[in-house]
């Protein structure tokens, strides 16, 4: 993957308290260490819970740990009458360098449509988070063979507007929906052809040097046992972990699928 940094994020989804989330990442955090792990040659994150960050933040700082993390989503609003929302301002203020934006599970059950991820894509990056954009098809698109098409359209709809500079900033998860807590994982070839149609549209949109630059990652049933053929494809930066990540060494594994 040219000189793109992989990052291994794991979304944690609505799982671990904040003492879980403390032991968890004391375990990652020993396991990469004891291991020699190289943050500057793969990048670590975890996105728990709003809960939990607090207290992984704490832990982050006090053992000056190269671990990043992030939430799981953010208000598309700034401040103000939206009970029960969080603001990227907010994340910010928690030291979360990510920011997961339009997951299938936001889609599906809480009706995020294209523009109100597009909008969520611009608030994390007024407020200097990352988003990691989540895209992919579904099980009846795949089927008719649109998954190219269809995934390409919502790249197209929530990266609108924004500069080069800007999406120099964004990650691209590619999750296909029907690959996400199934145990039904991609083909290698299946993840390569939607990653590398990704970098193909960033450089019809932005140009070679912007698509070369942002990191596309692959998301579904990732394990420790499949993740360096999917890892071994040129357009794959990465992965987005989910029910994997919640066990620490198997995510550390992950991690460290060149050893
Ligand atoms: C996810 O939630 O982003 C995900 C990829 O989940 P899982 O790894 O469990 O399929």
Redesign the pocket.
């Known amino acids: 993957s040219e000189n793109r940094t992989p990052l291994m994020a794991g979304?944690w989804?609505m799982n671990l308290d904040h003492q879980q989330a403390i032991s968890t990442v004391q375990k990652l955090a020993w396991t990469l260490k004891d291991a020699k792990h190289d943050f500057a040659a793969v990048e670590v994150a975890v996105l728990p819970p709003f809960t939990d960050l607090r207290s992984v933040q704490t832990l982050v700082d006090a053992d000056k740990l190269d671990l990043r993390y992030g939430a799981q989503d953010l208000s598309q609003h700034e401040s103000g009458a939206y009970t029960g929302e969080i603001s990227g301002a907010m994340l910010a203020k928690l030291g979360c360098t990510y920011v997961?934006v339009g997951?299938?599970?936001r889609r599906q059950h809480h009706d995020e449509s294209d523009e109100l991820v597009a909008a969520k894509v611009a608030a994390a990056l007024t407020n200097e988070l990352k988003p990691i954009l989540?895209v992919g098809e579904g099980l009846d698109v795949r089927k008719e063979g649109n998954q190219v098409s269809y995934t390409l359209a919502q790249v197209d709809a929530a990266l609108a507007g924004l500069t080069a500079e800007q999406v120099a900033d964004v990650v691209i998860?590619y999750?296909p929906v029907w690959?996400?807590?199934?145990g039904e994982v991609a083909t290698p070839q299946d993840a390569q052809e939607v990653c590398g149609a990704i970098r193909g549209r960033l450089a019809e949109l932005y140009d070679d040097a912007v698509a070369a630059g942002v990191r596309v990652l692959y998301?579904?049933?990732?394990k420790s046992g499949n993740v360096a053929s999917i890892m071994a494809q040129p357009d794959v930066d990465g992965a987005?972990?989910?029910?994997?990540?919640l066990d620490p060494e198997e995510f550390a594994k992950i991690v460290r699928f060149q050893s």
């Not at 987005?240 to 990540?245: I, P, T």
Request: charged share 15%; hydrophobic share 35%.
């Open positions: 979304n989804k997961a997951h299938s599970e989540c998860a999750e690959a996400i807590g199934t998301g579904g049933s990732v987005l972990v989910g029910g994997a990540s």
